[in-house]
């Protein structure tokens, strides 16, 4: 494949896409191991103080890893509220409380908490993202719709701790594009745990 830098994101996008499923087709046990990684390192932060407000999960698309099942956990053990995203469909985005109440398609017909209103950027400790793709660096390579990047573009939502959620495999070691628009993120979670973005 041509260097990261000469190929453009949407050849990116079908790389990491099909280098995902062949990932989590490969190991049945893959995705079950991702979500107990996640549930170790939600139980650290919150052990040290890290999460005090909501943890903002996501509905999962075809191929991403399902963490819905940590929101009862969170929120019966740990006693932490948990929210979810909703797209207007014209590339914004809000967080609303997931209350486990029938959720309700959105502009781009993914399951969200509609009849919620939506949350600030000081009601969330960590935001929790899907990815096809993520660098060391912390650049994350989507879908394409710019969602999460407008969002954590806005001054407000900058400081919100934000994790990629995908399996190692999808890890580049070559940086991947960027845009004066995308915000590094952190770090991200996989089957080996939490790994912190370089500085």
């Known amino acids: 494949m041509q260097d990261f830098d000469e190929a453009s994101k949407s050849t990116l996008r079908k790389v990491f896409r099909t280098r995902r499923r062949l990932a989590l087709d490969a190991e049945p046990t893959l995705e079950d191991r991702i979500r107990d990684q996640a549930r170790r390192e939600l139980r650290r932060r919150h ?3 890290e999460l005090q407000q909501s943890v903002g999960l996501y ?3 075809p191929g991403e890893v399902d963490l819905t099942p ?3 956990e969170l929120v019966n053990e740990l006693g932490l509220n948990t929210a979810l995203p909703v797209a207007d469909g014209q590339g914004g985005m809000t967080y609303r409380h997931w209350t486990g109440a029938p959720l309700t398609k959105d502009s781009c017909g993914i399951p969200a908490p509609l009849d919620q209103p939506a949350l600030g950027a000081e009601n969330l400790s960590l935001l ?3 990815a096809l793709s993520v660098d060391r660096m912390g650049i994350r390579l ?3 719709g710019g969602y999460y990047d407008r969002l954590r573009c806005r001054e ?3 400081g919100v701790p934000a994790l990629v959620v995908l399996p190692g495999a999808c890890v580049s070691v070559q940086p991947l594009p960027s845009d004066s628009w995308d915000r590094p993120f952190q770090g991200w979670l996989s089957e080996n745990g939490f790994q912190q973005t370089l500085p």
Do not use: E, I, M
Request: proline share 11%; net charge positive.
């Open 47 to 49: 052990q040290q103080g």
């Open 59 to 61: 509905w999962p698309l």
């Open 156 to 158: 407000t939502w900058s």
């Open 70 to 72: 940590l929101r009862l």
């Open 128 to 130: 929790l993202v899907p």
């Open 142 to 144: 989507g879908y394409g």
